[in-house]
């Protein structure tokens, strides 16, 4: 009896799901972390406007209420190797080559 139950149960959530899908209505996903038999690490975050989920560093964002994906990002690594170089924020100026003239940082006008 407790197996036709269940599998009664399945039946019915089956067919909400396609009906939901039909209606083209987003997914639940719940916030957590999770690891695959093979190794990958999966993590899945929750805010009120994006559902995030990052697999080998790649984040990928849903709008939490279209289920749709919004963009994608790159995660920094939480480690850095031995003798990596260090990471930097600085910009460093480019210096203009003799082909290309330096140009003033308001319009288009050429100096000097």
């Known amino acids: 009896m407790r197996i036709r ?13 396609r009906v939901l899908n039909s209606l083209r209505v987003p ?3 719940r916030e ?20 995030v989920i990052n697999v080998r560093g790649l984040n990928v964002f849903f709008d939490r209420l279209t289920g749709r994906v919004d963009g994608v990002s790159l995660s920094q690594p939480r480690y850095m190797p031995a003798g990596a170089p260090e990471p930097t924020l600085r910009a460093e100026p ?3 080559t ?6 003033s940082r308001i319009g288009d006008t050429q100096t000097g």
């Open 5 to 17: 139950l269940r599998a009664i149960w399945t039946w019915i959530v089956g067919a909400l799901g």
């Open 94 to 96: 480019v210096e203009p």
């Open 32 to 51: 957590g972390r999770y690891k695959s038999r093979l190794g990958e690490r999966i993590r899945v975050r929750v805010s009120p406007l994006f559902t």
């Open 27 to 29: 997914g639940f996903v």
């Open 98 to 103: 003799a082909q290309e003239p330096a140009r």
